[in-house]
């Protein structure tokens, strides 16, 4: 079946640090890559998307890119700050049964110290 | 812009009680889920809900579980006899159509039965 492996942390950055959160993943077909953030408190909330090979998500300074040939979705971003302090979950989804659900890895709890 | 709510935010029960957990997903989307996560764990899927039916469910959707969409605006998930495991975060999501494959969350409902 269809599943996702991330650095699971926790991790501790200082601000303007360079961030890499390795995501891998197993899915038949051709699934549909997300990286989601969870703040403090709150739900989950999309961060970035790409739905083919080669794709790149970008937002709020994060990108990622959908690499087929290593089944990878990698997180970056060039400087955090301490706003980024949150978890982090991988997810894909692909068309099983027809309900596109979404598979996510453990989570990786990143924390930014000024 | 458009979101995904979640009452209440916090339900605590006693074990073998029954409990509805309501969303209302964002206004013109069509498919709909729940999924949980178990402090500290990951995300997972239990149902989708497409075309007044459902679509998928894991395999933790139990007979004990059930979901309904009474009105065309709300979206509901009830339990019917809760047990200690049942205690977790439950989020609502919510994705306008297949091309997209963007699921919006609700900032989830924390169920705790003692």
């Known amino acids: 079946g269809n599943s996702v492996t991330q650095m699971e942390g926790p991790v501790t950055l200082s601000e303007e640090a360079f961030l890499t959160i390795n995501c891998t993943y197993t899915?038949?077909?051709?699934?549909?890559l997300f990286w989601y953030v969870q703040y403090p408190g709150e739900g989950l909330q999309l961060l970035l998307k790409a739905t083919k090979a080669d794709d790149k998500g970008s937002n709020k300074g994060f990108e990622a890119t959908y690499r087929k040939e290593t089944t990878s979705f990698h997180l970056e971003k060039g400087s955090v700050q301490v706003s980024d302090s949150a978890v982090y979950f991988c997810?894909?989804?692909?068309?099983?049964?027809?309900?596109?659900?979404?598979?996510f890895g453990k989570g990786m709890k990143l924390t930014v110290n000024p | 812009e458009p979101e995904v709510t979640q009452t209440p935010s916090h339900q605590v029960t006693q074990m073998g009680q029954e409990v509805i957990l309501r969303c209302v997903p964002i206004?013109?989307?069509?498919?709909f889920y729940w999924y949980r996560q178990i402090l500290g764990q990951k995300v997972e899927f239990l149902v989708s809900f497409y075309n007044n039916e459902i679509s998928e469910k894991s395999e933790i959707f139990d007979d004990q579980f059930s979901v309904e969409r009474p009105d065309g605006s709300n979206f509901t998930l009830k339990i019917r006899s809760t047990k200690l495991e049942d205690s977790a975060m439950y989020f609502c999501?919510?994705?306008?159509?297949?091309?997209?494959?963007?699921?919006?969350f609700g900032p989830g409902t924390r169920l705790t039965v003692t």
């Open positions: 999501a919510s994705m306008g159509g297949r091309t997209s494959r963007e699921q919006y």
């Open positions: 997810a894909l989804s692909a068309t099983q049964g027809g309900s596109e659900k979404l598979v």
């Open positions: 206004s013109n989307h069509l498919y």
């Open positions: 899915a038949t077909g051709y699934p549909s």
